[in-house]
């Protein structure tokens, strides 16, 4: 079937410290991987993406990376900011359509 | 990427109305998508929206309760039929950027409220 599904629901972190969320799939065939970040009242904003003829994907402070065999892949924050603080949603392309994870909730302490 | 605009952004409707909700893009684009999310959950998709074609729906959504349109490449419209409190959500478009698969990109949402 298609599901997702995303750890943690929520992660508390120091300013500065690392962040780490990950998503499981089910379907071996799919080949997309994105990540949305939703501040509060706004719409999902896509922030990083991984195909899987890829492992490992940087943009500045985020990386996602894809383990295709285990059908599992992260997304990873390095030197957390108060402005990293929001929803963060994984996704799977299943055929024609994302089908995403229930989010994780990240809060960054300054 | 492409300029995605929604109307109403948000609106306060009895119970029994219908509500439809626009999504223009400001360029030509094949895959349209409707969603659903709810206060503090994840993105449901309710259909796609084809072009030339009826949507297609997934589970637990219907054509009667959210008839779809999308009369060209650059508009479709939602309507929520005959609403319940239930239906209280935001709803969003996504377009997905032509000729790479999967790359979505949302419009900022319609806030709707069913009293």
């Known amino acids: 079937g298609e599901n997702v599904e995303q750890h943690p629901s929520t992660l508390s972190v120091q300013e500065g410290d690392s962040a780490v969320i990950k998503c499981t799939y089910s379907d071996s065939a799919s080949n997309y991987f994105p990540w949305y970040k939703q501040e509060l009242g706004k719409r999902p904003q896509l922030i990083i993406d991984i195909r899987s003829n890829v492992g490992e994907k940087k943009d500045q402070r985020i990386a996602v990376t894809l383990n295709k065999t285990a059908k599992h892949f992260s997304l990873h924050i390095t030197e957390t900011q108060p402005e990293d603080s929001a929803v963060y949603f994984c996704?799977?392309?299943?055929?024609?359509?994302?089908?995403f994870g229930a989010g994780t909730i990240l809060r960054v302490k300054s | 990427s492409a300029v995605i605009s929604q109307k109403p952004s948000r609106d306060i409707c009895q119970r029994g109305t219908s509500l439809t909700i626009q999504c223009q893009v400001d360029?030509?684009?094949?895959?349209m998508f409707w969603y659903r999310q709810q206060p503090g959950q994840s993105l449901t998709l309710i259909a796609t929206?084809?072009?030339?074609?009826?949507?297609?729906?997934e589970s637990g959504f219907v054509i009667d309760k959210f008839p779809i349109s999308r009369p060209n490449l650059t508009f479709s419209t939602l309507t929520v039929s005959n609403m319940s409190p239930e239906d209280s959500s935001i709803y969003l478009c996504?377009?997905?950027?032509?000729?790479?698969?999967?790359?979505?990109?949302f419009g900022p949402g319609t806030r709707l409220t069913v009293t």
């Open positions: 996504s377009v997905e950027n032509t000729g790479f698969s999967g790359e979505q990109y």
């Open positions: 360029s030509q684009v094949t895959m």
């Open positions: 996704a799977v392309e299943y055929g024609n359509k994302l089908v």
């Open positions: 929206a084809n072009q030339g074609s009826e949507a297609t729906y």
